[in-house]
């Protein structure tokens, strides 16, 4: 169910064919939606870790070709929506969040990690982050209040993210200090850093509409 509506969510998004910088940017967070769906089936045992790693590469490899192409546009546009900075600033705290989901897939799939579901709701808490940064984006250029507004709502998803962190290690924690263990801590802290990265792109919105009111 969730699956369906974050796909139904981004399926509106501007095809290959869209240049401009919001587009670039839609397609970008389209890209790590699509990483938090894939990170959450391995979780599940719905996609084999080895499977998702490939595929982890080919939505990498997306989002690679989409920063390089926003840098090329930045360069060229004469009448940004928010000021460049910003824009690249944003742009690369996405990179980091789709860097850290697949290095997640990628080490579930190097430490042989069994499904669990300790790891769904701070990926679910992402998901969402993600989805309010789109709706963020989305309003950059028109109301800067729509843009600070959801701006803030998605930093609620990337604090959710730290305080899920912190439940799930002090559970991890619990029992005795094993080498599964501390596989686990260091997917948990992958996740963690995602929070982080999510809260930067957030802060950055939040100043670009603080900018453009002032």
């Known amino acids: 169910m969730r699956e369906s509506r974050f796909r139904r969510a981004v399926g509106h998004l501007g095809g290959a064919g869209d240049t401009s910088l919001t587009a670039i940017l839609e397609r970008q967070l389209a890209e790590t ?25 080919e939505i990498e490899h997306r989002g690679d070709e989409l920063g390089a192409r926003l840098v090329a546009r930045l ?34 799939d190097l430490y042989d990690i069994a499904p669990t579901d300790a790891y769904l709701g701070l990926l679910d808490a992402t998901s969402t982050g993600v989805g309010d940064l789109l709706k963020a984006v989305e309003t950059m250029a028109d109301d800067p209040r729509d843009t600070a507004q959801s701006s803030l709502v998605c930093k609620k998803s990337a604090n959710e993210i730290r305080r899920l962190f912190d439940d799930e290690l ?17 997917l948990l802290r992958r996740l963690d850093v995602v929070g982080l990265r999510l ?6 919105l939040s100043d670009a509409a603080v900018k453009r009111r002032s």
Do not use: Y
Request: aromatic residues 4%; glycine residues 4%.
């Open 33 to 57: 939606i699509a990483a938090c769906l894939l990170a959450r089936s391995v979780a599940e045992g719905h996609v084999a870790p080895a499977v998702a790693h490939e595929q982890m590469a």
């Open 75 to 108: 360069a060229a546009e004469p009448d940004p929506p928010i000021d460049r900075e910003d824009i690249f600033r944003l742009s690369r705290s996405i990179d980091d969040v789709l860097d850290n989901l697949r290095d997640f897939v990628r080490e579930w």
């Open 170 to 186: 002090g559970r991890l924690f619990s029992g005795d200090l094993t080498m599964e263990v501390m596989k686990r801590r260091e």
């Open 199 to 204: 809260n930067e792109a957030a802060d950055v």
